[in-house]
């Protein structure tokens, strides 16, 4: 599969969303970036230099020092200006002014700067008068991408709002978190579950709930967008009188709204009470992984087109890194985390049945494969894998999926394969 095809644009596509802008930001979460330089290099091989931040670079003058060393040695003589500044002016902004310069005399154009893991450095005031002066001297045929694991909300926002930056890798999901430009302004809260479960509200993480039990409510609110008063207390609060249970699930919830709404100039209430339901407020504008993941499914089982539905299980199966709240051990969790992963078992069954469709053997081979280990007690898969198996050849493997299925269907539920499995085993026995 093309690197065109995974991040669902084409190279037209691609070159017209980077029209006119000078700085590209990869979303932080997105699953292909690297796939995104693919792009860049069949779009200006000779004009993309990279740099990828290191460790122990832990100030800006480091890290810059370490980008004009790093593409010295492919452009003679790059970074005079740059090196200059670093030498005579203390202000950051001059150095952002000499680095536009040093790019400006660079023979190959247009030219492209990639800058990988950038979150390795601190993104403090030198920084941002760092960077915004690059980017106001940039000239029109110089592009610079940044790619990040994380990135605060300044000055990337600004860069959005004023038209000289683009945000790539969001072509899949519902909005665009926290670079999204709305009329009215709104918190950005993001919400990822797959995996321990991380909130960043404005593009800054929340990283203490003062306690588990904030925590535990915030997600049940993000999971449950139609809730009662006692369907709450039942869950987290069942042997205690309902006064009691009251008491603890305001003052809960009042340290929901102030782990949210650190940074923010007023508290905002995650959630709005009305006809003896709590439903989400309207004063955030939301990603949540977890929707998309089941949107995608959803829209996948009601499309005809083979390609379409590949597609969006692909974006699905993408999204679904980890087990939901991998770490978490209330009940509504756990039933929630098989209910997904019983989800992204059956997209990646149904992505194999669309590869075998196709012939595609080693592609079905992998999907099948992947969906058995959450779900390994399905046999009719177990018998799609040995049959692959067998098409290609590899029957010692056919019979070590058989022997695993016998096995683990005699310690789990103290059965034997079906007659239809111990007849194809018996086809490709010795």
């Known amino acids: 599969m093309s690197y065109e095809a995974v ?13 006119g802008k000078k700085v590209v930001i990869l979303y932080p979460w997105m699953t292909s970036k690297n796939l995104y330089l693919c792009h860049f290099h069949a779009e200006n091989s000779a004009g993309l230099f990279y740099y990828r931040a290191q460790d122990g670079q832990i100030s800006l003058k480091q890290w810059i020092s370490g980008m004009v ?30 680095l536009a310069s040093d790019l400006a005399s660079i023979k190959e154009q247009p030219l492209t700067l990639f800058l990988d893991e950038l979150d390795r ?15 106001d001297e940039l000239p029109k045929n110089v592009r ?12 990337w926002y600004d860069l959005v709002v004023r038209g000289d930056a683009v945000v790539m890798g969001t072509e899949q999901r519902a909005d665009d978190g926290m670079f999204s430009q709305y009329p009215v302004s709104k918190p950005r809260l993001e919400v990822y579950v797959f995996g321990r479960g991380y909130t960043i509200v404005n593009g800054q993480f929340v990283t203490n709930w003062d306690g588990a039990l904030p925590r535990n409510l915030f997600f049940f609110f993000m999971d449950k967008p139609l809730v009662t008063r006692s369907e709450i207390f039942q869950t987290f609060w069942p042997n205690l009188p309902t006064k009691e249970a009251t008491n603890v699930f305001h003052v809960t919830k009042r ?34 992984d977890a929707v998309s993941f089941q949107a995608d499914i959803e829209k996948a089982a009601m499309t005809s087109d083979d ?26 969790m756990k039933e929630r985390r098989e209910q997904l992963k019983q989800m992204n078992s059956g997209a990646l069954i149904s992505l194999g049945r669309i590869y075998r469709r196709r012939q595609d053997d080693k592609q079905a081979l992998g999907a099948y494969l992947r969906a058995l280990r959450d779900t390994p ?49 018996n086809s490709i026995a010795p």
């Open 307 to 332: 390609a379409e539905e590949e597609r969006l299980l692909l974006r699905a199966t993408r999204l679904y890194r980890a087990p939901y709240l991998q770490d978490g051990e209330m009940e509504w």
């Open 144 to 155: 610079i991408v940044i790619s990040s694991r994380l990135l605060d909300y300044q000055p």
């Open 69 to 98: 060393n790093e593409i010295g040695l492919v452009q003679e003589g790059f970074g005079a200006n740059l090196q200059q500044a670093l030498n005579t002016s203390p202000a950051s902004n001059h150095w952002g002014e000499a």
């Open 377 to 425: 007690e399905r046999e009719d898969i177990q018998r799609e894998v040995i049959s692959l198996y067998v098409s290609m050849g590899q029957r010692d493997d056919a019979r070590a999926q058989y022997k695993y299925l016998t096995s683990m269907l005699r310690e789990r539920f103290n059965i034997t394969p079906s007659r239809d499995t111990q007849e194809l085993y």
């Open 255 to 288: 340290k929901v709204t102030e782990r949210l709404s650190l940074g923010l100039p007023d508290a905002v209430e995650l959630t709005r009470y009305s006809g003896g339901f709590y439903t989400p407020s309207e004063k955030y504008i939301r990603h949540y």
């Open 7 to 19: 991040t669902n644009l084409s190279s037209s596509d691609f070159q017209q969303r980077l029209s």
């Open 121 to 135: 450095i601190p993104f403090d005031d030198d920084f941002q008068q760092f960077f915004v002066a690059l980017v």
